[in-house]
């Protein structure tokens, strides 16, 4: 493996198009595109940074429990083989759920379908009702929680 | 190696504390510089900028700096911790990337020996710093509502934050359970504040604020301090603090931007590098006068490391909440804090109120916690969390041992090829009955408020921890590193006044008490210049 090497090689990035796929598929229903669509996997090459090394292991090491062929297996069988991949844990599947998600989760059309505006908080930030300051009025008179040293040991 | 003019004080690290000593020091007109090994930050750079401003929180701007990477971070082994090292390098330190929830220490943290028989008090009292808490709490301006009948007395200067969609739904709970609760005080800027813009909700700002209504000490403290003549110098890394022939501190050794080595001379040292890099700088400042390291002849430097185990339980509810679009810190509850021995355990916790997350950290979180699926379920549980997340947490008060201790490791060093601090931390019988307890108080709560999916994740599970207790004070030097005014025993023109010197640590975040211990030792100092080194 060459720790050196910028980006996912075009093998990988195949691998990676069916594993995203699989782990987020697309829901025509909702409107939701799939992980691997291409502008969202795009992103997620992109966004892969210091992640290399972890994701190119997540994506060899699927490979080798489906014994090469992931893409070959049937549905049922690739999202279990991912599903439980991702619950025996280890920093290898972690980071590459976390970079999946993090750029799924910022395409515009996945924000619109989840009624999100799709944009960066800054400038315009968002609005935060006040809620019900009336509920503190049962707190209010209390006698204080707290303990009072020069009380305490003064005695 | 280069020379420096020679300067009255030196400040070593430009976060909470060594801002607000900075600043306090300031007015005696010395001449003042303080060494940073970061940088300044720019509005620009903070993730809230962009569309990766979630995915931005796992890379550059991670808590955590082992994960974070900067090239001025520098890296920790924390292995042999169920917890990690929480730390930002940069002007500002800790304060740039933190939740700002802003309590105060209770006045029984300060006396455990003589109140609950446990640990040691500290030599000076919570009256002793409450005029610093408040002169703390105008200068960061923090946000708050009197009357809280859960802590002492104080008037925050600005109204809080609202309570939301989440906090109302916490606050029907919590009145059905009978137990307190308040809005949490933040040093987020409500109104217009000193210059700063009130915040119109940029989402979680942990990783700092775009906007700049989140206070943090490149734009509190540190303007003023240079206006009134102290010198700031960033991309210095300090190796390590000379000594004369007297025992004295004569000043550090540090790498400047370019990797160059530089000695700065200095007539008095003041270390504010926090619990951990703190011991850190002085463990590597060893010599054949301090053979165990500067300012340790009591060997209790890097001992009694306190990190705060905070277990986090969550849960979704029907109703459409806040979500992530606006800070994190909604309310706190101090039902639990103070000693009931009839719980089991000594000491208490405080009860953190968190508001949801936003799209990409809510399937992040889920996904790791194992109850969102990969797969054709995957969009329907989705939506049955998003924007339906209810999470407290527990921040939980770990009493100081010496085994818990932060020492030099052997083999990891940073660019500079300075050796790096290693952590050893296990979490007390007495802490685990605490995490216990809250964690079913927090479920109790959560339970009361409609949730369900509740899951807990407990303190082993990397959670970041705040940094004290690591060079002590007191009026022992074999019990103590420092004076209960913050200089060295051993070295008379040495101080300490970063959360290092915590004797015990409260259950709640630390940065509005260090600030205002630092501000007290600043104030001793300026009451004793005339023989400052007596």
Redesign the interface.
Known sequence: MDSNAAALSIPELDSLRTIAGTMIPADAALGMPGADDPVILHDIARAVGRDLLLVRQALAEIEAKSGGAFAALDRDEREALINGYYAAGGAAIMALGRLILGAYYRDDRVLLSLKQEPRAPFPKGYTLEQGDWSLLDAVRDRAPLWRDDRKELAT | MSGNERVDVLIIGSGASGAAVAWSLAETKMRILCLEQGDWMKPTD?P????????RR??DFDIFPNRR?RDTDYPVNDDNSPMKVANFNGVGGGTVIYTAHWPRM???D??VK??DGVADDWPI???TLERFYEENDRMMGVSG?A?D????PRNPPMPP?????T??HY??A??KLGW????SDTTIATTPYEGRAQ?????HCTPGC??GAKASTDITYWPLAIRAGVELRTRCRVREITTDEHGMASGAIYYDAEGKEQFQPAEVVIVACNGVGTPRLLLNSASGKFPNGLANSSGLVGKNLMLHPWPMISGYVEETL?GG??PITNLWS??F???DRSRGFVRGYTLQFNRGM???N???TS??S?QL????D??RVY?EM?EHRVGIGVACDDLPEEHNRVTLDPVLKDSNGIPAPKIDYAISDNTRRMMDHGIARAEEILTAAGATRLYCSRAALNSPGHLLGTCRMGTDPERSVVTEWGRSHDVKNLFIVDGSVFVTGGGVNPTSTIQATALYIADQMKQRLGNLFD
């Open positions: 903070f809230t900028n962009g569309r990766d401003w979630e995915a796992y890379g990477g209770h006045p029984s300060f006396k003589s109140l009292d919570y009256w509502l009357g009948p859960g802590v002492p934050i609202p309570l939301g969609k906090g109302s606050g029907k919590m009145n307190h609760w308040w809005p915040c119109i909700n940029l989402g775009a906007q806040d679009k606006a101090k039902e804090y103070e000693t936003g799209p990409a809510q399937a992040i996904a790791a194992g699926p990969w797969g054709r995957h969009h939506r998003f």
